[in-house]
């Protein structure tokens, strides 16, 4: 689903633009599990792990979504701890696969420690069931995009990208989720 096509769906629906992303996560996903996994690593600190905290605070409001974090550790969060260390992706896909998720959505803005080992752990993932998707943390470009893209690809998920930096990204950010929660 593109960029758009969530809000343009909840509009159609006759949903009023302020609730309208998050109407529309309650009506097109309740029935399905959904993890969000969370990079905390150094790079995300600042404004992109305030306004990532703020969007996902938001989403989970609306609908049950299971959150992993990883960072300085890689474990099951009820909310996202302050930034922080290294980016052990394929720790994180490892433990996203014991929890059976039928999605997953990846938010970082790095390379992972180890790109074999994520690129496995991420197979392992999508091979258990899971479709998982990618949204890359920052303006297109760079190696860490460059990943992001490959795993998805590799990963039958979709891809996007968010500049957290922008005055309007935590709206994008959320939008994009819920466009990849329900594609």
Excluded: W
Aim: hydrophobic letters at 45%; a neutral charge; proline letters at 3%.
């Amino acid at each position: 689903m593109t960029d758009n096509k969530a809000l343009i769906l909840a509009r159609k629906q006759g949903l009023k633009a302020q609730s309208s992303l998050t109407e529309f996560v309650k009506s097109k996903t309740a029935d399905e599990s959904a993890l969000l996994i969370c990079d905390v690593s150094g790079s995300m600190d600042g404004t992109k792990i305030i306004r990532l905290r703020e969007v996902i605070n938001r989403l989970r409001q609306a609908r049950q979504l299971s959150l992993l974090a990883f960072g300085n550790s890689v474990s099951l969060v009820t909310e996202l701890p302050g930034a922080g260390g290294g980016t052990p992706m394929a720790e994180a896909l490892r433990l996203a696969a014991t929890q059976k998720p039928r999605r997953a959505i990846l938010l970082s803005d790095g390379e992972p420690d180890d790109a074999s080992a994520a690129l496995a752990a991420a197979r392992e993932l999508t091979m258990a069931g899971c479709k998982l998707s990618c949204v890359y943390i920052g303006p297109e470009g760079g190696e860490g995009y460059r990943f992001l893209k490959r795993l998805a690809a590799e990963a039958h998920g979709e891809m996007a990208n968010v500049d957290l930096l922008g005055q309007e990204a935590p709206s994008q950010l959320e939008a994009k989720i819920v466009g990849l929660l329900g594609a």
